[in-house]
Nanobody, 119 residues
Framework: QVQLVESGGGLVQAGGSLRLSCAAS????????MGWFRRAPGKEREFVAS????????VLADSVKGRFSISRDNAKATVYLQMNSLKAEDTAVYYC????????????WGQGTQVTVSS
């Protein structure tokens, strides 16, 4: 059973930074695509970023380009989301997810971590 555990959320002032971590329980994920999503109050869940665990290629949503970055540490089986220049509209619950590269659907999800940006 794959488990994803997020950490690193919290309260930060606008313009500040946070780094979220997603620890994966299974080494089998080494071939997977890892993603970060977020859901703000009253809004749909939206894609934030993804990274291919094997080759490290990344994709970022337009709304976070230039401010967020995604990376992974294979030895620690952990994916990171570095968030800089945070804005009030980044306030959301952030979720880590994983999908088989042959699929478009993210099948594994973490429990989420709250990020609150005060203006």
């Amino acid at each position: 059973q794959v488990q994803l555990v997020e950490s690193g959320g919290g309260l930060v002032q606008a313009g500040g930074s946070l780094r979220l971590s997603c620890a994966a329980s299974a080494r089998a994920l080494s071939s997977y695509v890892m993603g970060w999503f977020r859901r703000a109050p009253g809004k749909e869940r939206e894609f934030v970023a993804s990274i291919s665990w094997s080759i490290g290629s990344t994709v970022l949503a337009d709304s976070v380009k230039g401010r967020f970055s995604i990376s992974r540490d294979n030895a620690k089986a952990t994916v990171y989301l570095q968030m800089n220049s945070l804005k009030a509209e980044d306030t959301a619950v952030y979720y880590c997810a994983a999908r088989d590269p042959r699929s478009l659907r993210f099948d594994y999800w973490g429990q989420g971590t709250q990020v609150t940006v005060s203006s």
